[in-house]
């Protein structure tokens, strides 16, 4: 926020030296530009610049150069003012709730306005683990469980598109196919691309293989997933990742933080990383060991899934095909605390 005020500050004076009171006031005024020094910078040489330096002009009638229309973005007809509605009891007196409710490929960003209304009403402490338990049958939309706040749980039993847990706030997520299905789930894709994309918290079980990015930018959360694609965990900075299954090549990109746990059987992984951050560990403390174990645990409790059967079954002779992928610097500072 102090940066953010700071930011505004500097523009106001840079405003006020333009002779201008509003942001809306100076777009389009490429009068108010100082060009000279692009204009004669070394790399422009050769280029002619002489259409972006043109002042914005009203090509059709009310064209706009800054939005002066309002929109409708359609957020009355969202799928979250039915969830709100029948979350009430929850929102107001923090009693547990549970029911169930179709969803299907357009219902976008499923979780979000009701995770904002959790926000509005019990502040930063949220509601405890499971209070508002919802089970979807479909395929969820893009962005399913977006920003999902601590106390509510969205079970989908289905698939779901990209983005899946997107910001995810301390919430929890459960996806696995439809129990009738005949395939094996270990080796069909049952959610889409950037899933937990910048997750600050919470957890989410997803029985199935899911598409590229998987956990990136992912600071907090916990999750378990059958296989994903490539670039898993890329630029990760704390929580942990259990793959009971293959990873797509560029494993661990700019990895700084956190730790992921990778069941490697065959012992390929090795060659699917970019180890410039991390190295490559066996699973060999306690906690590890007990964490790992949770998370397989839950990930059976949640989703039937039967790799994880598998995996708790053989449990001994599982545990050696973990591979723990630990960031560098992040493993020093961890061992620089415990040593003070």
């Known amino acids: 926020m102090n940066y953010l005020f700071m930011v505004a500050e500097e523009l106001r004076r840079i405003m006020a030296q333009l002779g201008v009171c509003s942001v809306n006031e100076m777009i389009g005024r490429v009068d108010l530009l100082d060009t000279d020094e692009a204009i ?20 059709f009638e009310n064209t706009g150069f800054y939005c002066n229309q309002a929109q409708d973005h359609g957020l009355d007809k ?20 549970s029911f169930e409710h179709e969803i299907i490929n357009t219902n976008r960003v499923v979780g979000t306005m009701l995770s904002n209304e959790v926000a509005k009403r019990w502040k930063e402490e949220m509601l405890p683990d499971d209070t508002i338990t919802i089970k979807f049958t479909g395929s969820a939309g893009q962005s399913f469980g977006a920003w999902l706040a601590k106390g509510i749980t969205l079970t989908v039993e289905g698939d779901a ?14 996806i696995y196919p439809p129990k009738e299905s005949t395939f094996k789930a270990e080796d069909n894709i049952i959610a889409g691309n950037v899933i937990l994309y910048g997750a600050t918290g919470g957890e989410a079980y997803i029985r199935g293989i899911a598409a590229e990015r998987f956990a990136v930018r992912n600071s907090g959360a916990s999750a378990v997933i059958e296989g994903i694609g490539d670039h898993g ?16 090549r560029n494993f661990g ?9 990778v069941w490697d059987p065959d012992k390929t992984f090795a060659k699917q990383c970019n180890m410039e951050t991390f190295g490559l560990e066996s699973v060999s403390t306690t906690n590890d060991i007990l964490q790992l174990k949770s998370l397989i645990q839950n990930h059976l409790n949640y989703t039937d899934s039967s790799v ?3 995996v708790l079954e053989n449990w001994e002779a599982s545990l050696g095909q973990f591979v723990k992928v630990m960031p560098t610097d992040y493993k020093r500072v961890l061992e620089e605390r415990a040593a003070a």
């Open 40 to 59: 004669e910078h070394w790399k422009a040489s050769g280029l002619d610049l002489s259409a972006i330096l043109e002042p914005a002009k009203v090509v």
């Open 78 to 97: 969202a799928l979250d003012n039915e969830l709100i509605r029948l979350s009430q009891t929850a929102l107001e007196s923090g009693e547990k709730v």
């Open 161 to 174: 598109n990209d983005y899946v847990g997107k910001g995810l706030s301390g919430g929890k997520i459960i």
């Open 233 to 248: 965990c890329e630029y990760m900075t704390g929580g942990c990742v259990v793959v009971l299954g293959k990873t797509g």
């Open 253 to 261: 990109a700019g990895m700084s933080g956190g730790v992921a746990f």
């Open 308 to 310: 994880a059967k598998k």
